[in-house]
């Protein structure tokens, strides 16, 4: 049996670039309804565009947020469609009702049951703060979450503190090998 769900679609796109039409490829996040077989733009694509498209035409720099975001709100689905009470409010709120607990509870499931890197929990800790930036931004969150940022002065670029509290992070398995 087949299911809902959260997917990262990749298509072609024209885009005028000083005055001419150039083929590249774009990341959306999509709903795949199952009954129909279809997978339906979802606007939290937004994000991607906005954050990662703009940046960089790059498929690898847009897919890497977008399967974070796919990955959590794969998560949010399951837990509401199980009925789990923390995650039960969702159902009539959707994405404005989500939290930073939501969020944390998806990392540290992450951590309790996935084989996952120090470093690629690390990257999704980021991605997902730049998400909840997003949702700051954008006023989706009924409840908007508080985000420390800094500016990098040799960068100039901001750099956002991740908002989580108790993250459990994944032991650091990486073995030091001798520099030749």
């Given amino acids: 049996m087949r299911h809902s769900h959260y997917v990262v679609k990749e298509f072609p796109i024209e885009l005028r670039i000083g005055g001419k039409l150039t083929n590249t490829r774009k990341i959306i996040i999509g709903f795949y309804d199952s009954e129909k077989g ?3 733009p979802h606007p939290i694509s937004d994000f991607i565009e906005k954050e990662y498209f703009r940046y960089s035409m790059s498929l690898s720099h847009q897919r890497q947020p977008a399967n974070t975001v796919v990955q959590f709100l794969n998560f949010i689905k399951s837990q509401v469609d199980a009925n789990e009470s923390r995650f039960v409010i ?3 709120k959707g994405i ?8 944390t509870w998806f990392l540290n499931h992450l ?3 996935k084989d996952i890197s ?3 929990f690390s990257i999704k800790v980021y991605h997902l703060t730049k998400f909840y930036q997003f949702l700051n931004e954008n006023r989706i969150l009924e ?5 420390k940022s800094k500016v990098n002065k040799k960068t100039n670029k901001l750099i956002l503190t991740p908002p989580f509290k108790e993250l459990h992070y994944p032991p650091d398995n990486r073995i030091n090998k001798p520099k030749k």
């Avoid at 404005?96 to 969020?103: D, K, N, R, S």
């Fill in 38 to 40: 279809i997978v339906y």
């Fill in 90 to 92: 969702l159902k009539k």
């Fill in 96 to 103: 404005p009702g989500l939290t930073i607990e939501h969020a």
């Fill in 111 to 113: 951590t309790e049951n």
């Fill in 118 to 120: 120090r470093d690629t």
């Fill in 143 to 147: 409840v908007p979450v508080n985000i």
